[in-house]
Nanobody, 119 residues
Framework: QVQLVESGGGLAQAGGSLRLTCVMSGKISGINGMGWYRQAPGKERELVSSITTSERSFDTASTKGRFTLERDSAKNTMYLQMNDLKPEDTAVYYC?????????????WGQGTQVTVSS
């Protein structure tokens, strides 16, 4: 089993930055895909960024160039650096991990962290 705990959400102004953190614990060695999703009120959950141990990656078009997924294997931690935030980035952000080498991880989920961007 794998546990994921997110932190770092909060309130930011448009143009500002936030850094989300996802700490992983448990059977980390079996994880081959990981990433960040978000869900805005009234909308479906959306994949934001993801990576695999085979070094494939994905970034959704609306955040490309503004958001960066980083991984610190030594700390079993994944980050989402979010720059130039926009009001439309307001959502609950979830980190996810998968045993498969997939860019759409879904086996394990964190509890979510709220990001609110004011204009």
């Amino acid at each position: 089993q794998v546990q994921l705990v997110e932190s770092g959400g909060g309130l930011a102004q448009a143009g500002g930055s936030l850094r989300l953190t996802c700490v992983m614990s448990g059977k980390i060695s079996g994880i081959n895909g990981m990433g960040w999703y978000r869900q805005a009120p009234g909308k479906e959950r959306e994949l934001v960024s993801s990576i695999t141990t085979s070094e494939r990656s994905f970034d959704t078009a609306s955040t490309k160039g503004r958001f960066t997924l980083e991984r610190d294997s030594a700390k079993n931690t994944m980050y989402l650096q979010m720059n130039d935030l926009k009001p439309e980035d307001t959502a609950v952000y979830y980190c996810s991990a998968d045993r498969l080498d997939t860019l759409r991880p879904k086996d394990y989920w964190g509890q979510g962290t709220q990001v609110t961007v004011s204009s």
